[in-house]
């Protein structure tokens, strides 16, 4: 743009002195300095609504990101409403509180194949009456299948399940009947075995805990165990009913000696045990008889 005035990057001559020939003097109007003065650039309009869309992208982002890690990872859920005031739940079996203070497998970050993880919640019935108390695994991923339907396995104590189990129907686990002040373990677990593929990369394993309660039963009182009196038999008037100093000979009960004794385990156990030592001492007589024929060569 052309301005009325003329600009120079020199100061104006000092009044009196004669300008060179082939200058031009440079007056001055209003006191004001005869060069022009550097102003700061406006900032252009149509930027300010770009800031503020990038501003509110970034802030979206961050928000969807944090949902993405909640739905994402392995979420424990607080003992909810029902539950408020009815128990509370532990990581330490130390500080109790009303809900989680952490997720279940949060020092997890990932799992290779072969990989056991396990994580242990307390819950204690913090009222004056029993309750039964049940825990319950559901799947919280998607409802298609995923790569981990037949791989990964999932636990609760003795109880287990796959994922494509665990989508079709909950894996619950009675923590029995607790007693005021009680403390009920949980012990959940997954397995990855070595045999899963690179299809399982990049999978979620995605469920929630949910705590069942309900009305337990008061146990009954035990009997005392004072020993009561017996008034014995009544003496008998019958002469045939008195001994005659003869014992009545054993009887041979072939139906009860065929009773079949109730199963513990123990024979099974003995079994495994006798045929670990035949094993091992058939391995033993078969090295001493190779070194015997060894020597005697």
């Not at 003869?246 to 024979?267: F, I």
Request: charged share 20%; with cysteine.
């Amino acid at each position: 743009m052309r301005s009325g005035r003329s600009c120079s990057s020199s100061a104006p001559a000092a009044a009196g002195i004669p300008a060179p020939s082939g200058t031009r003097r440079i007056r001055s109007l209003r006191g004001r300095p005869p060069w022009p003065r550097r102003c700061a650039p406006m900032p252009d309009p149509l930027t300010r609504p770009v800031r503020r869309l990038s501003s509110l992208a970034a802030a979206c982002a961050a928000v969807l990101a944090l949902v993405l890690l909640a739905v994402l990872s392995t979420a424990a859920l607080p003992a909810g409403p029902a539950a408020a005031g009815k128990v509370q739940v532990s990581v330490d079996e130390r500080t109790w509180n009303d809900e989680l203070p952490r997720e279940i497998f949060d020092s997890v970050e990932h799992m290779a194949p072969g990989d056991d993880v396990t994580d242990t919640v307390w819950v204690r019935n913090v009222t004056a009456e029993p309750l039964k108390i049940a825990v319950q695994m559901r799947w919280a991923g998607p409802e298609a299948a995923t790569a981990l339907d037949d791989v990964l396995t999932v636990g609760l104590n003795d109880a287990s399940a796959t994922v494509g189990q665990l989508r079709q129907e909950p894996l619950t686990v009675s923590l029995g009947n607790v007693g005021p002040d009680q403390v009920a373990r949980v012990d959940a677990g997954a397995h990855l075995p070595l045999s899963a593929g690179n299809s399982t990369q990049r999978e979620y394993l995605q469920f929630e805990l949910v705590l069942q309660l309900s009305e337990g039963t008061t146990p009954s009182p035990q009997p005392s165990d004072s020993p009561s009196e017996d008034p014995g038999p009544e003496p008998s008037s019958d002469p045939s009913s008195e001994p005659t100093g003869e014992a009545d000979p054993p009887q041979d009960d072939e139906d009860a000696r065929q009773l079949p004794l109730p199963r513990t385990g123990a024979e099974v156990l003995m079994l495994a045990i006798i045929g670990g030592f035949v094993l091992a001492a058939g391995v033993a007589a078969l090295v001493a008889t190779r070194r015997r024929r060894e020597s005697d060569d």
